[in-house]
């Protein structure tokens, strides 16, 4: 008799990406708490970002830095405007004699109410060369908001000698909220009823000595920026971000990262500048290793990912960063899209994604078209950190990722690995952390453990206790972890993650319900795709018509129904579901503007609606079939 034939699957070719670190350093605490780093020390890095500046002024004059789309009375965007690192400088300097004109400090620092522009960007040069911080304010707080709340609570704790605006577009969040004795510049237009400043004027002041006294003045410890939290639970707090923290953590970049190294990047980025994704991570890496960025003014929405799509068409990535949601629409794009698959794919070394989980089956589709194009996958990296560590902290280490995988601690940092009410939090060290926050001493204490560790709040697991070499897998935030009335515990990251996973492409996040409650429960928000499950109602009907159809019921039940199934008890076992029809408010901090939704603040704010839903007062609950029960 024959055996039979096994036919054992070749492992996935990708295309070459070199990994930084890739073996785990243990050590044992007290308590069954463990310290872990990743071997390898870090490099000697630039004292201040404006060192890097510089240097590529200098070496590099005509490289581009940035680049964005000219955009017309209209909106319309038409052919790409380039700033080279020298004209950048060059004007950083202008602006920064203009500053110090003003006698600005970090006690009276440059507030910004912009979207990522290039004037943004040569603003925040010019306060970084004579050393004054500056912050970038989300725009959502000024332009999406109707009370102004946390627009009002950042500019006091600013309290800025200076605000930049944009454009009118402004003017009412601006008049809310900027007191008259403070000066106003615009970058184009004016505002009704108000005395401004263009940011021409800035531009044209002639630079002094003292602007080269000014950053020879700056070191190591100097605040470059105030970064907010996103206010998820409390009121948004200043995270300090020095030059050690920015510097230091570019270089742990390159080296957990070599692809930064080996060639400029090229970047086409939305990621707002306001978090630390978009304005240190991705802003940062383009000075530190002299790349180009590309400033694209799509979005992952219906209304603007076309912008993003036109872009990718054209400029070709070295590396590509994006959220999960975005990397979603662009794998569905790429496989209808001749053009886009071939542009996209031509140079790229690694996606990188950050914000929230990427769900399996998008991971799977980008993965199938690149085979199809280029007969080899594409790295998606990916990792772990917080504005509080500028953000880079932990990397993967190896191009077998898979969703939820975060790797090991990037060069110079060590974690430490907390038991914590059943889980294992991670905690920070190292010359990337911030020192604390600005002008909120009591917050700043309550965030360090004894040790001088950052506490994060984030949950942890080994990917195989048996190989720490492969690192961490993200195990969801530990203040969003509950019991059951009958005692059993419910991990929100993973159930959250499956739940996004069986309802892709429709789910555009979960909301974890049933504390004290005897069952879980889920708060879906769709994605507008969901509109195509219910093809026969008009384009324009109410999204609640659309949700409540039986089209909708009857696939969201399957998938409740595939849930229960799976579910191994009752922390696990979704016992009823209700889809939304009211996003997210961005001013009740459920939603930040990068679309990362805040569960805790989504069950405060509708928690009339989850009781309903436990309690069976609702018409358009969804449970599992009996079958399943």
């Not at 290793?289 to 799509?298: A, E, F, R, S």
């Not at 996003?583 to 503007?593: K, M, N, W």
Request: proline content about 7%; some cysteine; aromatic content about 6%.
């Amino acid at each position: 008799m024959r055996s039979p034939i096994i036919h054992t699957p070749l492992p996935a070719k990708y295309r070459p990406l070199r990994f930084g670190v890739t073996r785990a350093l243990l050590r044992e605490g007290a308590g069954g708490v463990r310290y872990l780093r990743g071997e390898g020390d870090l490099r000697p890095y630039a004292a201040r970002m404006t060192d890097r500046l510089v240097y590529w002024a200098e070496t590099q004059p005509e490289r581009a830095f940035m680049a964005r789309r000219r955009r017309g009375a209209d909106g319309a965007t038409g052919e790409w405007q380039t700033v080279s690192y020298r004209e950048a400088l060059e004007r950083a300097r202008s602006i920064g004699q203009a500053l110090l004109d003003r006698g600005l400090s970090a006690e009276r620092p440059v507030a910004i109410l912009s979207e990522n522009g290039l004037e943004h960007a040569l603003l925040a040069l010019g306060c970084m060369v004579v050393g004054i911080p500056h912050c970038p304010v989300s725009p959502a707080y000024s332009l999406v908001s109707q009370d102004f709340d946390k627009l009002r609570h950042v500019l006091a704790t600013l309290t800025p000698g200076l605000v930049f605006a944009s454009d009118a577009r402004y003017a009412k969040a601006i008049a809310a909220t900027v007191g008259g004795d403070i000066e106003v510049v615009l970058a184009e237009g004016c505002l009704e009823g108000r005395a401004t400043t263009s940011l021409s004027e800035l531009l044209a002041t002639q630079p002094t000595a003292a602007v080269e006294a000014a950053m020879q003045a700056t070191g190591p410890d100097t605040i470059v920026k105030f970064l907010f939290t996103s206010g998820s639970t409390k009121l948004p707090k200043a995270v300090i971000n020095t030059h050690r923290m920015w510097c230091a953590n570019q270089q742990q970049m390159r080296q957990s990262m070599p692809v930064l190294a080996e060639e400029p990047p090229v970047l086409v980025d939305w990621l707002p500048w306001n978090h630390t994704f978009g304005g240190n991570h991705n802003v940062g890496l383009t000075i530190y290793n002299g790349g180009t960025l590309h400033i694209d003014d799509g979005k992952p929405t219906p209304a603007l990912m076309h912008e993003t799509l036109r872009n990718l068409r054209e400029i070709a990535p070295t590396i590509y960063f994006n959220v999960p949601t975005g990397f979603e629409a662009i794998a569905h794009a790429m496989k209808a899209d001749p053009v886009l698959r071939r542009n996209l794919l031509s140079r790229v070394r690694m996606f990188f994604y950050s914000g929230a989980a990427l769900a399996q089956p998008i991971w799977d589709l980008l993965h199938e078209v690149q085979e199809e194009e280029i007969g080899e996958r594409i790295v998606m990296g990916t990792g772990l950190g917080m504005t509080e560590s500028a953000p880079f902290a932990v990397f993967v280490t190896n191009p077998d990722v898979r969703s939820g995988h975060v790797g090991l601690p990037t060069v110079g940092m060590e974690l430490k690995l907390v038991p914590a009410e059943g889980k294992t939090e991670i905690r920070y060290k190292g010359p990337n952390v911030t020192p604390g926050y600005w002008r909120n001493p009591e917050a700043t204490q309550e965030a360090f453990d004894e040790e001088g560790f950052f506490r994060t709040g984030d949950a942890v697991l080994w990917i195989d206790p048996n190989d720490p070499d492969l690192g961490l897998k993200f195990d969801g935030r530990i203040a969003e972890d509950f019991k059951l009335a009958t005692g059993t515990f419910v991990s929100v990251g993973p159930l959250r993650a499956k739940i996004i996973a069986a309802g892709a492409p429709y789910v555009q996040d979960a909301v974890i319900t049933g504390l004290n409650r005897n069952e879980v429960g889920a708060l879906l928000f769709p994605t507008p795709k969901i509109r195509a499950l219910a093809p026969h109602l008009p384009a324009d009907a109410p999204l609640r018509d659309v949700l409540q159809s039986a089209a909708v019921e009857n696939h969201f039940q399957d998938v409740l129904d595939a849930l229960a199934q799976q579910a191994t008890g009752s922390a696990t076992r979704v016992a009823r579901m209700v889809l939304l029809d009211e996003p997210p408010s961005i001013d009740l901090g459920e939603v930040t503007d990068k679309g990362s939704i805040n569960q805790r603040a989504v069950l405060k704010h509708r928690d009339a609606l989850v009781q309903a839903m436990h309690e069976d007062r609702l018409p358009f609950t969804l449970q599992p079939r009996k079958e399943n029960a």
